[in-house]
């Protein structure tokens, strides 16, 4: 009896301890859990017993009102006084740690409905009690432990351009052999080299002091470090007392892109004029030629003035040195600087650095926000190649019916795909304040549309400090049509996240957002639209955004020609996919040449505001009134008949306005973007040409499908229609049997063309509108003669398989040009193949066609 009265564990019960405490959700004791005999009879008895607090504790209490019942004891009535007491009873006896679904709605007496509650949010990342996410690194990196935060502040006045006076001092490159190395790397990995694995914290082991040790008080050598997060600088070297030449990193795994710095010194003196030198960069050409300062940030500014980053520099020239490795040429930069006080630690950086610990705090606040929550949603888009979580954010306020939600348009911006382009990342940050804001205009814009925001594209480069690329070492805008999920995830699934978007709604936009280097400013690149219907169309949110932000955005900047170079960016792919408003919007390092702005530097204060105005004008964009637009479109057919007449008189030629001047074409008007700060792909690294091979041979491969079996119909159809030509055969009418069985062998060949149509179409990569009124001209479409009642009943059919195809005149781009025409569009087809009767009265039965007419237009 003793041995029966034990109860044997339960392998179900034992399973699933283990299950839910390997995952975390369980943490009491293997005792504390009941078998599942004990635990049914325990529900039926009282289903209204729950876990105190989290999974974790064990304290067993009734429902809700229970808990309440100390607070307001007068405010129950008697009968749910017994009520509790009884259930009280009935729990005093039972196993005191019962676990419960917490899955099921309770009503108010804590009675469980027939229904669970709405599942968590997918990848709800951020909490308020747990920390960040910390970065991830290669592990050839070393990284310092220290925490490098800065302030936000705006310049107390406006911070204008740096005036060559032509006296500007260009030193000599003197270089490690004279002068004294004060910093520098081991180990950074370059080109030939490739991305392994990555860890939080870097590189393993304790973390080396690369810093010289000074000798005592009076050693006034700076002490540099760039060993953080988005930092910079792979060697110093001192040639002076107070002067240095400094050299930057190349991005992970590359020889080149040297344009982004953002390094650390100490040990600073107050009164000297200290001289900093760059000297490998590698573009011809740089804003600091038109006045661009460098930023440098003050600790004990930022302390005890509340003073953050400021333009510093005098004595600025930016030169080509005889430097280089006999490819390519070096150039310098050049500065002198004094630093506000001793003993300081100061930043000196190419921009205003934003890093991915900035962005996931600016996410944790809203995640925690209760009010953004409700229509900012976080997930996961991916993880970056060393593990880094990919944000996309879903921003809508939620709709009251299916119907309105469906209704929507979406939106799609991104960021940072260039890393080293922080720009990008404060007017993303001035974007999402407005559209999370409650203002009645970002309530308005949240109504109408579905935001897809992807704020770090490339959290990889943006941690390590890169300029341009990932660490697959090459440039993630110019691989938006890659293959190589793997090695490219980033774009790869922003891509496919676009395309899953473009067929659940209208795309109404694209914009990635960018960095400039060489031109002053904010503007954009789009893509020209060969569809006269919408010709133009393509400027008009470019224009409208200049008018609202005159002091910063600049019209005549914009470029809207499709080079080759530039087919794989986020941009040409996405207008390709379908987005008919695609743009890339390009922020300058430097500052503005217009209006009340003129010749001063861009704070984050103007780029943020530009995050507003992009809401403002998308707004007016889609306007119901349509006057804005319709002045838009005036205004620019208007330049372009003034920008035709200037290209004519260029070449010398003559030409009437008055003709055909829309015909010509935007490309050959438009001049390249050369101003733009693009780079040429470089291909795929060596270790990855084998993969693409292979994915290339398998996707070609599943492009040969063999010929389907045909089904019992098919082959039933097959035989009447061989039954029918022998019976022509054997009739008395030799031409008029010729001609019909002629025709009734080339049929399948024409709906085998006609099947082929589609397949050639989707081929084209840009959508033409004349193609939504009939199949490609060089397609036969003369089937047999077909009566009126057999073209409706097609037209029935393709009602009936296209139920939600309409032939839209609307600005949106189609995604799939290969659709069957629409019902009430018929085509040009013949009617005088099949004589209904033969020459000499004979009538061919046509009770024994009607199988003929299964051949049908599809």
């Given at each position: 009896m003793?041995?029966?009265?034990q109860t ?5 019960e034992?399973?699933?301890y283990h299950?839910l405490?390997?995952?975390?959700y ?6 504390s859990l ?5 635990h049914?009879?325990?529900w039926k008895?009282n289903?209204r ?6 999974l974790g504790?064990?304290d ?7 808990k ?7 405010c ?6 017994r009520?509790?007491?009884a259930?009280s009873r009935d729990s005093s006896m039972l196993?005191?740690?019962?676990l ?5 709605l ?6 469980a409905n ?5 599942p968590r949010?997918?990848f709800g ?8 996410q910390a ?5 050839e990196?070393e990284?310092i432990?220290e925490n490098i935060?800065?302030?936000e502040?705006v310049?107390p006045?406006?911070e204008y351009?740096?005036?060559?006076t ?6 000599d490159?003197v270089g ?7 910093y520098?790397l081991d ?5 030939g080299s ?7 914290g ?5 973390i080396k002091e690369?810093a ?6 009076d ?12 930092g910079?600088l792979?060697k110093?070297?001192r ?9 930057l990193?190349?991005?992970l795994y590359?020889n080149k892109?040297t ?9 600073t003196?107050?009164?000297a004029?200290y001289?900093?030198?760059i000297v ?10 038109l006045?661009?300062k460098?930023l440098m940030y003050s600790?004990l500014d930022?302390?005890?003035h509340?003073?953050g980053?400021?333009r510093?520099g ?7 040195n005889?430097l280089g490795?006999?490819l ?5 930069l050049t500065w ?5 006080h ?9 921009f205003?650095?934003?890093t991915y ?12 926000n ?9 997930r996961?888009?991916c993880?970056s190649?060393?593990g880094?979580?990919v ?6 306020n939620?709709s009251?019916t299916p119907?309105e939600?469906a ?5 799609v911006?991104?960021a940072?795909v260039?890393p080293g382009e ?8 001035g ?8 203002s009645p205009?970002a309530?308005?814009?949240?109504d109408?549309?579905?935001f897809?925001?992807v704020?770090?594209l490339?959290?990889d480069g943006?941690i ?6 990932s660490?697959?070492g090459?440039d993630?805008?110019r691989?938006y049509k890659t ?5 490219f ?9 676009i395309?899953?978007?473009?067929e659940e ?5 694209y914009c990635?957002?960018h960095g ?5 400013n904010?503007?954009?690149?789009g893509?020209n ?15 409208m955004l200049?008018?609202n ?6 019209f ?6 499709i080079q080759k170079c530039k087919?794989g960016?986020?941009r040409?792919?996405?207008w390709?996919?379908g987005v008919?408003n695609s743009y890339?919007l390009e922020?300058?390092f430097?500052g503005?040449?217009l ?6 530097h861009?704070?984050?204060e103007d ?5 507003y105005?992009?809401?403002?004008t998308?707004?007016?964009?889609c306007?119901p009134?349509q ?15 003034q ?7 260029e ?5 009437d306005?008055?003709?055909s001047w829309?015909?010509?074409s935007?490309?050959d ?5 050369s101003?733009?700060?693009s780079s040429?792909s470089?291909g ?5 040409l084998s993969i693409a091979?292979e994915?290339n041979q398998?996707k070609m491969y599943?492009?040969?499908?063999k010929k389907p079996?045909q089904?019992r119909k098919q082959?039933n159809e097959?035989?009447?229609k061989?039954n029918?030509?022998?019976e022509?055969?054997?009739t008395?009418?030799a031409?008029?049997?010729a001609?019909i069985?002629s025709?009734l062998?080339k049929?399948?060949t024409f709906?085998?063309n006609?099947g082929n149509?589609?397949s050639?179409?989707m081929?084209?990569?840009k959508?033409r509108?004349?193609e939504l ?5 060089g397609?036969?479409?003369d ?7 057999t ?5 029935e059919?393709m009602q009936r398989?296209k139920?939600r195809f309409t032939v839209?005149c609307?600005p ?9 025409p ?14 209904a009767t ?6 061919v039965?046509?009770?024994s066609?009607p ?5 049908t237009y599809p």
């Amino acid at each position: 009896m003793a041995f029966l009265s034990q109860t044997l564990p339960d392998p179900y019960e034992d399973f699933m301890y283990h299950h839910l405490q390997y995952y975390g959700y369980f943490k009491a004791e293997r005792d504390s859990l009941p078998d599942s005999a004990t635990h049914q009879q325990a529900w039926k008895n009282n289903p209204r017993l729950v876990l105190n607090g989290s999974l974790g504790e064990r304290d067993l209490i009734p429902d809700p009102l229970q808990k309440k019942k100390l607070l307001w004891p007068t405010c129950l009535s008697s009968i749910l006084h017994r009520q509790i007491e009884a259930m009280s009873r009935d729990s005093s006896m039972l196993t005191p740690h019962l676990l419960k679904s917490r899955q099921l709605l309770h009503n108010e007496f804590g009675e469980a409905n027939p229904r669970l509650r709405e599942p968590r949010d997918l990848f709800g990342f951020f909490s308020g009690s747990a920390p960040l996410q910390a970065p991830r690194w290669p592990i050839e990196c070393e990284v310092i432990k220290e925490n490098i935060r800065h302030i936000e502040s705006v310049p107390p006045q406006p911070e204008y351009f740096y005036q060559p006076t032509g006296n500007e001092k260009i030193p000599d490159i003197v270089g490690e052999e004279k002068g004294t190395v004060v910093y520098q790397l081991d180990s950074v990995p370059t080109e030939g080299s490739c991305f392994s694995s990555s860890r939080v914290g870097g590189k393993r082991g304790d973390i080396k002091e690369l810093a010289v040790i000074l000798q005592g008080p009076d050693d006034n050598t700076l002490l540099f470090e760039s060993r953080f997060e988005s930092g910079n600088l792979q060697k110093a070297v001192r040639v002076d007392t107070y002067e240095y030449e400094l050299t930057l990193r190349t991005d992970l795994y590359t020889n080149k892109h040297t344009q982004w710095f953002y390094f650390r010194v100490q040990n600073t003196r107050k009164d000297a004029t200290y001289r900093f030198t760059i000297v490998n960069l590698l573009k011809p050409k740089s804003l600091y030629t038109l006045g661009m300062k460098p930023l440098m940030y003050s600790q004990l500014d930022a302390d005890t003035h509340n003073l953050g980053w400021r333009r510093e520099g005098k004595e600025i020239k930016y030169y080509k040195n005889h430097l280089g490795d006999g490819l390519q040429p070096f150039y310098c930069l050049t500065w002198t600087v004094q630093f506000p006080h001793d003993q300081d630690t100061c930043f000196f950086a190419h921009f205003y650095p934003y890093t991915y610990t900035d962005l996931q705090c600016y996410l944790l606040a809203v995640a925690n926000n209760p009010v953004q929550s409700q229509f900012c949603k976080l997930r996961t888009l991916c993880r970056s190649l060393a593990g880094n979580t990919v944000y996309l954010l879903t921003i809508t306020n939620p709709s009251q019916t299916p119907q309105e939600a469906a209704a929507k348009k979406a939106v799609v911006l991104s960021a940072r795909v260039h890393p080293g382009e922080s720009n990008g990342s404060w007017v993303m940050k001035g974007f999402l304040d407005f559209i999370l804001s409650n203002s009645p205009d970002a309530q308005l814009l949240r109504d109408i549309f579905v935001f897809k925001v992807v704020p770090m594209l490339n959290p990889d480069g943006v941690i390590v400090g890169n300029y341009r690329c990932s660490l697959a070492g090459r440039d993630l805008n110019r691989h938006y049509k890659t293959i190589l999920k793997d090695s490219f995830p980033c774009i790869w699934y922003t891509r496919s996240m676009i395309q899953r978007l473009l067929e659940e709604r209208e795309v109404l936009l694209y914009c990635d957002f960018h960095g400039h280097s060489r031109k002053n400013n904010i503007f954009l690149y789009g893509c020209n639209n060969n569809d006269r219907k919408y010709w133009l169309h393509e400027r008009v949110f470019p224009l409208m955004l200049s008018k609202n932000a005159p002091d910063k955005f600049s019209f005549p900047s914009c470029n809207f020609k499709i080079q080759k170079c530039k087919e794989g960016t986020g941009r040409v792919v996405m207008w390709r996919m379908g987005v008919p408003n695609s743009y890339t919007l390009e922020a300058t390092f430097g500052g503005s040449t217009l209006g009340s702005k003129r010749h001063t530097h861009f704070t984050t204060e103007d780029l943020k505001s530009l995050g507003y105005h992009v809401c403002d004008t998308l707004l007016d964009f889609c306007d119901p009134d349509q006057t804005k637009f319709t002045q838009c479109l005036a205004e620019l057919k208007e330049l372009l008949q003034q920008e035709i007449h200037k290209k004519f008189t260029e070449l010398g030629r003559d030409m009437d306005l008055e003709g055909s001047w829309n015909d010509i074409s935007l490309s050959d008007i438009e001049s390249s973007t050369s101003g733009s700060d693009s780079s040429l792909s470089d291909g795929l690294p060596v270790h990855l040409l084998s993969i693409a091979h292979e994915l290339n041979q398998k996707k070609m491969y599943k492009k040969k499908k063999k010929k389907p079996l045909q089904t019992r119909k098919q082959r039933n159809e097959q035989y009447q229609k061989n039954n029918m030509i022998r019976e022509f055969k054997s009739t008395d009418y030799a031409p008029e049997r010729a001609e019909i069985a002629s025709t009734l062998q080339k049929q399948p060949t024409f709906f085998k063309n006609s099947g082929n149509t589609s397949s050639s179409t989707m081929k084209n990569e840009k959508p033409r509108m004349n193609e939504l009124n009939g199949r490609d001209k060089g397609t036969s479409l003369d089937p047999p003669k077909m009566t009126t009642s057999t073209l409706t009943k097609n037209k029935e059919r393709m009602q009936r398989k296209k139920p939600r195809f309409t032939v839209s005149c609307s600005p949106k781009r189609s995604t799939n040009t290969s659709q069957d025409p629409a019902p009430d569009m018929k085509p040009n087809w013949s009617r005088n193949t099949f004589p209904a009767t033969l020459r000499g009265g004979a009538n061919v039965v046509s009770v024994s066609y009607p199988s003929l007419h299964i051949y049908t237009y599809p």
